[in-house]
């Protein structure tokens, strides 16, 4: 029976078990089955009656996930999508308290452990870590990534998490590492539905998995439609598994085991698992598992009814294939239990889920009635005083079921009101505002990354060491001894991308790593860049260090799904319950022609908050910066300069070892005209137009923001301005791009403005692309002459006289 004990072992063998253990476990089985329907019913209408916002739920989809289910061992892996409650709950990951908790957006962690009421119901995640940031033995609990609300997304993310499998058992070092993998015995489930897999991120990670030949266990719940749209406009015959049979596996050739099983056939369903499992874990095969004929009794979500698109007959076929009815006619016409039985089963179920629900509407409310009648004893106390203030009193006290954010606007109305009368008790209700704000901040604020001591943030810089011999090479070996060093010292770090392996990516930072390290570790991909960073996301998920490449920066755009929904919400979304610290390496900025030259970094600070992104100007502060993240536990995308690998730099003596702080800038030239702030290709212009100004007698101060998130968290380019009290931007990036993200931290959150008696700037590229050739880059890009003439002539408005017109 489901209670609110969680991890009850429901995996086990149906083959090996004697008829008595048998009926138990189908009894239990349709008790887990009877109440997830119950919880689906009630959930619903907690939202129709106004107590929760949105409610989706997984009714008609009961049976096959108890199937799936037994198949699920300690320290398997699923990714998967809202329909999945009854397997969780089947699984002993989720009770239906927390089911519930969710659907209140309770923020309580212990009440709500998948996101603290952060993600909308059916969102579900085991916590990996403990609240120290130290990892659990995830080998000894039953594991689920944090799903993700665009459909297919979780599909990216599964292919790493099989991977990670495969890297377990063959890579006979990693052996000591038992908190993660048990020889790499582990299966990574994967769920999706029907329409989501018209995604072309399904038939990437389709193909990437059967290349990979790693042990993923996708299963397609089918109900033919994807919310009002029928199967005939999702996929081609109509039939995901028909048209993926050319990834069959053959005598010789390596692909897919594919099962095909319908969604109401408790016994059916039981055998597939158990077959399909036991070839995807022993001898590490994908499979895909396609259940068909389920249903969908209470429609897609909260947000519309299906009677509008259903047709009758399709209406009626559903109630008479309803997965828990056909259980019940199997149960009964096999003598396991009576009707009379099994409506007594229906009847407990019935009582113990609205039991749960009032239990858990208790759990959310419980505290904010708390916090309304503090507010309240200390709003009244003012009303005394205040007149208008009665008001705000009457209002909250009517309010039965608040929520925190009445309670808090009543207090903060009161406050306002009340601004004219200076009182003891007005001081002790903005008291109260504070600790309650504190309070919400922690439940609503936090965790965009781990922030554990852990944190890269912790890592101070440690100088690269040079000496008389040291020798000047080319940028990217500098990469390579990096790489080098750090490939020696931990062997959870691996390294892939297209063509990375064989060659050693294509400006050759992981030349010859390959042959010493070993294709387990340094390897090639397709190309397929949603499921490179996927590979990466669920490689760290289960402890590894991955450091994911994409060739171009201007080929992020292909996997920035992946990196805003997944990568960069996984800390924020669970709370820290997750994390992923994985490397993105990219290059980019300058070389040529639209899709090489190109340096969209405001809309990558748009959109991954919760990624650091670090922008060297070199491969030796790259290094530095790799050499930071490592030492970490946060994820970053990395950008080298595309422009910059075969310039010479000095390789240091310690290329594993020195560190670049994240969010520290760098002063790569004094002078008290102005303040120039660059990052990346853009800085050896900046300095070289700043050589031509020094002999027009233009002292220009040179900035290197080096990361961007974080920027400057010393505010040193405030202090610049202390100096100069002029301001200029510059970069590859669009009018209105990262430089208006760094003039806005700049002026606003260093309070530069107070210091300026010039105009800040910007310089940017224009807002095309630019175009290929060395004009197409001159007429489109910042180059030297439009540096020194801007810098010229923002210092000429101030000395006229001094400084001639140049044109
Ligand atoms: C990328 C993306 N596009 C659209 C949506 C909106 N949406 C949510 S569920 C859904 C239908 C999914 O159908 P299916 O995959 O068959 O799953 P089912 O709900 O039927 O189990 C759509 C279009 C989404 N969440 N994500
Ligand atoms: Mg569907």
New binding site residues.
């Given amino acids: 029976m489901i209670d609110a004990n969680k991890n009850s072992d429901n995996a086990f063998e149906t083959s090996e078990l004697t008829f008595d253990d048998f009926k138990k476990m189908v009894i239990n089985d349709y008790d887990i089955a009877f109440k997830s329907r119950q919880a689906s019913i009630l959930g619903r209408r907690e939202v129709l009656t106004g107590k929760a916002k949105f409610g989706?739920f997984g009714d008609g989809?009961e049976v096959a996930q108890l199937a799936m289910s037994k198949a699920f061992k300690v320290g398997d892996w699923r990714a998967g999508?809202?329909?999945d409650q009854t397997f969780m709950f089947a699984s002993g990951m989720l009770t239906i308290k927390e089911l519930f908790a969710q659907l209140y957006a309770n923020p309580n962690i212990e009440q709500e452990p998948a996101s603290a009421g952060r993600q909308m119901n059916g969102h579900f995640a085991t916590r990996c870590l403990n609240s120290d940031g130290s990892w659990k033995n995830l080998t000894e609990i039953k594991n689920s990534s944090s799903d993700i609300?665009?459909?297919?997304?979780q599909m990216a993310r599964l292919v790493g998490l099989a991977y990670a499998s495969k890297l377990y058992r063959q890579n006979t070092e990693l052996q000591d590492f038992k908190h993660f993998s048990v020889s790499g015995n582990e299966v990574a489930f994967g769920t999706?539905?029907?329409?989501?897999?018209s995604?072309g991120l399904f038939f990437e990670a389709i193909n990437a998995a059967g290349v990979l030949q790693i042990p993923m266990a996708i299963s397609v719940?089918?109900?033919n439609?994807?919310?009002s749209?029928p199967a005939k406009y999702?996929t081609t015959k109509e039939d995901i598994s028909e048209i993926l049979k050319g990834f069959q596996r053959e005598e010789g050739k390596p692909g897919f085991e594919i099962f095909k099983v319908k969604g109401w056939d408790y016994v059916a369903l039981c055998e597939t698992y158990e077959k399909a499992i036991k070839v995807c874990r022993e001898e590490h095969v994908p499979v895909l598992i396609h259940v068909t004929e389920v249903t969908?009794p209470l429609g897609?979500?909260t947000s519309g009814s299906h009677e509008r698109y259903k047709s009758q007959e399709r209406l009626a076929w559903e109630k008479e294939f309803d997965c828990l009815v056909k259980m019940k006619e199997w149960i009964i016409s096999s003598a396991i239990l009576t009707e009379e039985e099994i409506e007594n089963i229906e009847e407990e179920g019935k009582k113990f889920v609205k039991a749960v629900l009032r239990e858990a509407w208790a759990d959310v409310t419980t505290e904010i009635k708390k916090e309304k009648q503090e507010a309240l004893a200390l709003i009244d106390a003012i009303a005394n005083e205040v007149e208008d203030v009665k008001k705000v009193s009457l209002i909250l006290k009517s309010e039965v079921d608040p929520l925190r954010k009445e309670v808090i606007s009543a207090v903060r109305k009161t406050i306002r009101l009340s601004r004219n009368q200076p009182s003891e008790n007005r001081n002790q209700l903005i008291n109260w505002y504070h600790k309650e704000l504190e309070a919400n901040k922690e439940r609503y604020n936090t965790k965009l990354f781990s922030g554990t001591q852990l944190s890269p943030l912790n890592i101070k810089s440690i100088k690269p060491i040079y000496t008389e011999d040291s020798k000047m090479i080319d940028g990217r070996e500098v990469l390579n001894a990096c790489f080098d060093y750090n490939f020696s010292k931990n062997p959870l770090i691996v390294a892939f991308g297209e063509d990375l392996g064989n060659i050693g990516d294509v400006n050759q930072g992981f030349a010859g790593l390959q042959t010493k390290y070993g294709e387990l570790r340094v390897v090639d991909t397709g190309i397929r860049e949603m499921t490179i960073i996927g590979q990466g996301l669920g490689l760290a998920q289960r402890g590894f260090r991955p450091i994911a490449e994409i060739q171009y920066l201007d080929y992020v755009t292909f996997a920035l799904n992946i990196l805003s929904d997944d990568l960069a919400t996984l800390s924020y979304r669970t709370k820290a319950g997750q994390i992923a610290p994985m490397i993105v390496r990219t290059r980019g900025h300058r070389l040529e022609g639209i899709w090489h030259a190109g340096s969209p970094i405001g809309m990558l600070l748009n959109s991954i908050k919760g990624i650091h992104l670090c922008l060297p100007r070199n491969m030796t502060q790259a290094a530095g910066m790799y050499n930071t993240l490592l030492k970490g536990d946060e994820p970053a995308l990395v950008i080298e300069c595309l422009n910059a690998y075969r310039l010479k730099e000095r390789l240091p003596e310690n290329p594993g070892e020195f560190t670049i702080a994240l969010g520290e800038v760098e002063i790569l030239r004094e002078g008290a005209d102005i303040t120039v702030v660059s990052y990346g290709s853009t800085l050896k212009l900046v300095l070289e137009a700043a050589e031509e100004l020094a002999a027009y007698g233009i002292n220009a101060e040179v900035i290197d923001a080096q990361t961007l998130m974080p920027f400057d968290l010393a505010m040193d380019c405030r202090k610049s301005l202390e100096k100069t009290n002029k301001l200029l931007i510059i970069d590859e990036d669009v009018p209105g791009g990262a430089s208006a993200f760094i003039l806005r931290d700049i002026l606003e959150r260093q309070n530069g403005y107070y210091y300026l008696d010039a105009k800040p700037e910007t310089l940017t590229a224009k807002p095309h692309r630019t175009p290929y050739g060395s004009d197409g880059d001159y007429f489109s890009k910042p180059s030297i002459d439009d540096i020194v003439e801007k810098i010229y002539e923002i210092i000429k408005i101030e000395k006229p006289t001094e400084f001639a017109p140049i044109f």
Avoid: C, F, L, M
């Avoid at 609300?149 to 997304?153: F, N, Q, V």
């Avoid at 999706?192 to 897999?197: E, F």
């Fill in positions: 989706i989809k999508y809202y329909r609300s665009p459909t297919s997304g999706i539905g029907n329409a989501s897999t995604e719940w089918d109900d439609y994807g919310i749209v999702q969908q897609h979500s």
